[in-house]
Every structure is written in structure tokens, then in C-alpha cells.
């Protein structure tokens, strides 16, 4: 297999996850567009309305609490920060639509917070008012308390990078430890605090399940509705074109603002500070700041899961639990698999030939992150339909025979849609990777007459095995959690985890909802577990005397 060959297979990955992209966007606009108008005067205007409400609410949350979290961990020692540094990390390993169903049963009329409310009280069930979980605010409460780790992240390391001389030297100027941090660190950490807003905000679109589960009519649920409920192709790409077209402008400033970031290093590459000890209250009040997150996001979740769980009568040793099981983890590892092998041929073609093409070639790979699951599977039904139906009239009418649907409904078209969203995953775990090779190693490589292929394989991939045993955990587990396109392109009678959880909470039982949801976070926790790691072996040196314990290399949410 030579380098042509190589080449080939690069461009085929990379069409294939443009392809729905393209394929969503040409067919809105071939569709009807007396469906358009029907939207446009009925639905449309709430879909906009919820939608953008729904990012505002998140981005100002998750802005709030990743940022103000990184700020108390970084710059202050109190009781339980060291702890607290990492379990901040932790939500991350919850989707949002698993929080969804915990609260819901948490917070009802009959669930243990009311039920303990009316118990201390005396009040009966119309004495007393208690916000509805199921409405907007609640899905961005449940949104905000697992997306803030990408923002605690990015916030953390910008604030630890930061030379303590600007801020020292406004604190000598008569600024107080507010107006320093609000007048310098927080101007330095801005590109980093917003590339995290951004990836949440990207999240927040492509979110499904939580939305679903609080009936909040969004675009991504009126994707589904469309295409299911009233079985309308045409405005189910026409809403998918509407969601593409902000996802990728997200994804274009999210790759400006981290472009920007690059230019903030440790600016003036001076000593950190020494980390103000609060004492007495305000060391309490700091502890319970950075606890607070912690516990709604990952801590009482688990315990609301596990009550819930132990009461189902469900068990993970039932038959049709082991299935669900069997088919969760079949097409993780197939996507897994299948995702960095086309990360690991682009990001080597690449690297063989730098230059435009090439940049373009990676970004056009990975802009499918961005983009939510709905749009990808839309994206590739369409055209998969329509050249099934075409192979099947073509067979009809020649032989007689109907071949039914040979590529719709499949699990290998999944397995592309899985590709095509997670390549960036992939693709930003092999570059960090290749990031520490030399390129004087593949150019001795080549002086020795190695062969593009051998180099891959004899000299790159031995070399990065640990990157890319990352990428392909990172993968795996987001394919678990995925949703959307799991739901649209599932192969008939084969439900995952995600969907089991899915049904049963739509149907109400929550009760039994809680078993797949926790296999869900319990599998979840190892790319979690990962990102700490990560942070704790990149201390630099003297960064315990500093104060500035977790500093170092910058690493992306979910790609650590």
C-alpha cells in the first residue's frame, strides 16, 4: 500500500464525514417549500425562540460556574481544595438527559424533596408553590451542572499559566483581590473562557434527551418529530440545514477564539504567586462554592440513581439487559475502531504534506463535532434512501427480485454517523500525540528508505499507542451516550442503553430508566478519570510551592 493509497483513503474518510453535511443541506434545499412556509408559520418561531434561549441560559451558566470554580481552585487554598480540584471534573461523565431523569424523580410531587417538604411542614399539596423542573430553565440548570467542566477546565489552566506579575502589580496599584481579577486575569483568560462556553454551547444545540424528556420543543426535538411523528423528510432537513447553519458558525468561532488563545502562554513566564489562604468563613463559604456544582452534577445524582435503581427490580444479568449491553458496546468498539483509523490515516496525510489542503482536509473532518447527531443522521438517510429505493427498482425491474433496503437500517451506516460526529474526538487526540514526535524521526525514517506504510506502522502508531488507546476510549464512550442519531438510524429491534433509557423515561418509569443511565455514567467515568490524571501529571515544576498545582499544557475538554 503505497502513499497514493494512503492519500485515497484519507480523502474517502473525510468526504464521508462532510457527506451529511452536504447531503442535509442539498435536500432542504430541493424540499418543499410549502412545508418551509408551514414551519415558518407555525413552529419555526418557537423552535428559534426556545433554541436561543436555551444557549443564552447555558452560556451564562456554565460561563458562572466553570469560571468562578477555576478562579477559587487556582488562586486560593481552603478547606478541601486539592479534593475539590479534581471531583470538579466529575459531572462530565453524566449526559444531561441521565440528570434529567434523576431530578425529575428527585424533584416531582411525589419524590423524596416535596415528600420530605410537606413532612416538616405540615403543608398539604396545595399549600405551597415548587418550581417544575420539566420546563427551559430546568433543562439548562440540568445542562449548566454537566457542561461547566468544559469551561472549569480551559478557565483553570489559562488562570494557572498566568504570570503572577500583572496581577501582583494590581494589587500594589491599591486593587483589591475582585478588582484584579476582574480588570487583568479575567481580560487574560477570556479567549480560553470562551472556547469552553463555545464547545458547551455547541453541546447544548445537539442536545436531544433532555430537552425530549422536559418537552421543551427545540430544534433538535422538532428534527425528530418531523421525521417520526409526521413522517416529512423534506422539514426534517429543512430544520437540520436551519441547526446546521449555526452549529458551523459556532464551530468557526469556537476555532477562532482557541486560534486566539494560543497567543496567551504564561505571560512573562514569571513564577506563579503564592496562594492566599482564607480562613475562618470565607474558607467555608469557597469550600461550599466549588462543592455546590459538585454535588448537583455528579454526587446526588448518583445517590437519587442508585435509590432509584435498587427499587426497579431491574437487573444487568436479564437477557434483555445483556442485550442492550451487547449492542451498546458492539457499536462503541465498531466506532471506536472504525473513527480512529480515519483520524489516524487524515492526521497522517497531514503530516506527510502539510499546507492548506491539508488544514482544510483535517478541519473539514472534524467540523461534524459541532453538528448535531440529528443533522448527521438526516444527513445520510436521505441519500442512503434514495440510493436504496434506486438499487432496488434497478433490481426489480431487470431480475425481478426486490432487495429491500441493503444499506438503511444497518448498523454500518450508524457506525458512519458515529464517524463522521466524533472524528474531531479522534483527530485532537492524535495531534496531541504526534504534537511530541519529531518530525527528525520520520525524516530519518525516510532517508532509511521506509516506505510511507511502514512508517505508520513500524515507526508512528507503536509510538503513539497510548494516544490512541485515548481516542479510541474517548469515542467509544461518546457513542454510548449518543443519542439523536441512534434513535433515527437504529437498526430495527436493536436498542442500546442510551435508547432503553430513553423509552422507559418517556414512558415515565423513571425507576427503571436509572439502570441504564447509571451503566451509562459508570462507563462515562473513565475519560473522566483520564482528564484528572492528565491534569495532576502536568504540574510543572514548582507548582506546589506557587500555588499553581494543575498548571501546564493546555488540554481540551473530553480529549485529555
Keep these: 500500500m503505497g502513499a497514493r493509497v494512503l492519500n485515497g483513503l484519507a480523502w474517502l474518510v473525510a468526504i464521508i464525514c462532510v457527506a451529511p453535511m452536504a447531503a442535509a443541506a442539498l435536500a432542504a434545499l430541493m424540499g418543499d417549500l410549502e412545508t418551509w412556509r408551514g414551519l415558518a408559520g407555525s413552529v419555526l418561531p418557537l423552535y428559534v ?41 466529575l459531572p462530565l461523565a453524566f449526559p444531561a438527559y441521565v440528570l434529567a431523569y434523576a431530578y425529575t424523580d428527585f424533584l416531582s410531587h411525589p419524590g423524596p424533596a416535596q415528600t420530605w417538604l410537606r413532612a416538616v411542614t405540615g403543608w398539604g399539596p396545595r399549600d405551597y408553590w415548587f418550581p417544575n423542573i420539566r420546563s427551559l430553565p430546568g433543562a439548562a440548570l440540568m445542562l449548566v451542572c454537566v457542561l461547566y467542566p468544559y469551561v472549569y477546565l480551559l478557565a483553570r489552566n489559562a488562570f494557572a499559566q498566568q504570570s503572577a506579575t500583572a496581577y501582583l502589580a494590581a494589587r500594589t496599584l491599591g486593587q483589591g483581590p475582585w478588582g484584579a481579577f476582574w480588570r ?81 502562554g504564561r505571560g512573562g513566564g514569571g513564577a506563579g504567586a503564592e496562594k492566599t489562604r482564607l480562613t475562618g468563613w470565607r474558607g467555608w463559604v469557597a469550600t461550599l462554592a466549588c462543592g455546590v456544582p459538585f454535588a448537583i452534577g455528579f454526587a446526588l445524582p448518583v445517590v437519587v440513581l442508585a435509590r432509584m435503581a435498587l427499587g426497579s427490580g431491574q437487573s444487568l444479568a436479564d437477557p434483555r439487559y445483556l442485550g442492550f449491553v451487547t449492542n451498546s458496546l458492539t457499536l462503541g468498539g465498531v466506532a471506536a475502531a472504525v473513527t480512529v483509523a480515519g483520524a489516524v490515516l487524515i492526521g497522517f496525510r497531514a503530516r506527510l504534506h502539510p499546507g492548506r489542503l491539508s488544514r482544510g482536509l483535517v478541519l473539514g473532518a472534524g467540523l461534524g463535532y459541532a453538528v448535531p447527531g440529528g443533522v448527521i443522521a438526516v444527513g445520510l438517510l436521505v441519500p442512503f434512501a434514495h440510493l436504496d429505493n434506486a438499487i432496488d427498482a434497478i433490481a426489480r425491474e431487470r431480475f425481478g427480485v426486490s432487495t429491500g ?11 458512519l454517523a458515529y464517524m463522521a460526529r466524533f472524528m474531531a474526538v479522534a483527530l485532537n487526540t492524535y495531534d496531541a500525540g504526534m504534537a511530541t514526535v519529531s518530525p527528525n524521526i520520520d525524516a530519518v ?42 434513535l433515527i438510524m437504529r437498526p430495527f429491534n436493536f436498542d442500546t442503553l442510551a435508547v432503553q433509557a430513553h423509552r422507559l423515561a418517556a414512558d415515565e418509569r423513571l425507576d427503571q430508566a436509572a439502570v441504564p443511565s447509571l451503566v451509562i455514567a459508570a462507563i462515562g467515568l473513565l475519560p473522566v478519570i483520564l482528564v484528572c490524571r492528565s491534569i495532576a501529571g502536568r504540574r510543572p515544576a514548582g507548582a506546589e510551592r506557587a500555588g499553581y498545582a494543575g498548571a501546564g499544557s493546555k488540554s481540551e475538554p473530553g480529549t485529555a
Design 49 to 89: 425562540r426556545n433554541t436561543l434561549l436555551l444557549v443564552a441560559l447555558v452560556a451564562l451558566g456554565t460561563a458562572a460556574v466553570g469560571t468562578g470554580a477555576a478562579w477559587l481552585v487556582t488562586m486560593y487554598r481552603f478547606p478541601g481544595a486539592r479534593v475539590l480540584e479534581l471531583l470538579l471534573v
Design 184 to 264: 487583568v486575569s479575567l481580560p487574560m483568560a477570556r479567549p480560553a473562557i470562551a472556547a469552553g462556553v463555545l464547545l458547551a454551547v455547541m453541546e447544548t444545540i445537539a442536545d436531544y434527551g433532555t430537552v425530549a424528556h422536559f418537552a421543551v420543543r427545540t430544534f433538535s426535538t422538532g428534527i425528530y418529530q418531523a421525521w417520526f411523528s409526521m413522517a416529512d423528510r423534506g422539514a426534517a432537513a429543512q430544520l437540520a440545514l436551519c441547526l446546521l447553519a449555526f452549529a458551523l458558525l459556532l464551530a468557526g468561532l469556537e476555532r477562532a477564539q482557541r486560534g486566539e488563545a494560543r497567543a496567551y
Design 405 to 415: 433496503l441493503l444499506l438503511t437500517g444497518t448498523i454500518w451506516l450508524l457506525v
Design 445 to 486: 525514517a525516510r532517508t532509511l528508505g521506509t516506505r510511507p506504510l511502514a512508517l505508520l506502522t513500524r515507526v508512528q502508531i507503536p509510538i503513539l499507542k497510548g494516544s490512541l488507546l485515548t481516542a479510541a476510549l474517548l469515542v467509544f464512550v461518546d457513542v454510548l451516550k449518543e443519542l439523536p442519531a441512534t
